[in-house]
C-alpha cells in the first residue's frame, strides 16, 4: 500500500504524451456539438467501445478521427487545460506536450489557431496549477518531407511557443531517414529534437534516429532490448527512452503488463521513463501507468524514485533546475 502512494504522491516530469490522445470521448462529443461537426458513433459509450486496439495502426485511424472535432482556438485550449488538470492531480510538475498540426491544418484550421490556443493553456498552467508546461510540435511519418517543411515554414512565426519537434504516426515503412534534413533544419534553429523509434520498429529505426536525425531522446525504444550493442550506446551516451507502459499494452506490443521490459531497460542502466502516450485512449494517465506497471512487474521502491530522477534528468529544463530535482 505504501508503494502506490509513493508512486502518485512523488513529483514527476511527464515527457511522451500527445496532447489530442488526451480527448476523453465525454470532451469529443461536447465539441462535436458545438462545432457541429458530425461523427460515426452514437453515443460516449459506443465510441468507448471501439477502442479495441490490435496494433499502432488500429489506434491512429481512430485517434485522427477524434482529432476532427477540434476547430476553434477555444478547442486546443479547452483540451489541453484538460489534460493539464490531470496532470497536476498525478504531481505532474513538467510536462513536454506533443501536438500534431499537420492532422489540423489538413483540415484547413490555421497554424495559428493550434498552436496559440495550446500555447495559452500551457502558459496558463504554470501560475493556476503550478505545472510548468512546454509544446513539441511533431510531424507526420507517414506524410512526405515535403509536407513536413511546409509545416515547419508555416510554424516558424510561432517558433517562441514550441522548444522542440519530433517524429510520430505510422513507424513501419517510414523509417527516421526519411526526415534527415527536416532534422537537419530544425537542429540548425536551435529545437530540442525527439523522435518515436523502436515502438513496432526494428532497433535499427533507433539507431537512425541517433545517429541520422540526432535526437536527444527517443520515443519508446522498447524495441532497443533486441540489440544489445544499441542497448549499451543508449546506456553510455544516457540517451533517455521515454516508455509508454499503457499504450504499449492496448496497442500489443507485449501481450500482458508483466512481460513489459522497463525493469531490463532500468537494470541495463538505461534513461528510461514512464509516460502516458495518448492517456484517453489507453486507460491512464500518468499515476495510472505507475502503479498498474509497478503492481504487474514487480519494480521496487528504488525503482519508483529512479523513474521519477530520469525524467527530469531527461526533460528540456534548464541544468540548474534539472539539479533542483535528480
Ligand atoms: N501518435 C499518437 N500516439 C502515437 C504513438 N504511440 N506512436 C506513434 N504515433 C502516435
Ligand atoms: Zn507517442
Known sequence: ERLPELLRAMPKAELHMHIEGSL????????????????????????RRAYAFTNLQSFLDIYYAGASVLLKEQDFYDMAWAYLERAAADNVVRTEMFFDPQTHTARGVPMETVVNGLHRACADAQPKLGVSAALILCFLRHLSEEEAFETLEQA??????????????????????????????????????????????????????????????????????????????????RIPLTVCPLSNLKLCVFPDLAQHNLGALLDAGLVATVNSDDPAYFGGYMNQNFTQTFAATGLDVQQAWQLAANSFEGSFIDAAAKRAYV
Open 24 to 47: 476523453e470521448p465525454e470532451l469529443i462529443f461536447a465539441l462535436a456539438q458545438r462545432n457541429g461537426v458530425a461523427i460515426p458513433y452514437a453515443s460516449v459509450e459506443e465510441l
Open 156 to 237: 516558424l512565426p510561432f517558433r517562441d511557443k514550441f522548444i522542440g519537434v519530433g517524429l510520430d504516426s505510422s513507424e513501419v515503412g517510414h523509417p527516421p531517414e526519411k526526415f534527415a534534413r527536416v532534422f537537419a533544419r530544425c537542429r540548425e534553429l536551435g529545437f530540442h529534437l525527439v523522435a518515436h523509434a523502436g515502438e513496432e520498429g526494428p532497433p535499427a529505426y533507433v539507431w537512425s534516429a541517433l545517429d541520422v536525425l540526432k535526437v536527444e531522446r527517443v520515443d519508446h525504444g522498447v524495441q532497443s532490448a533486441k540489440d544489445p550493442a544499441l542497448m549499451k550506446r543508449l546506456a553510455q551516451d
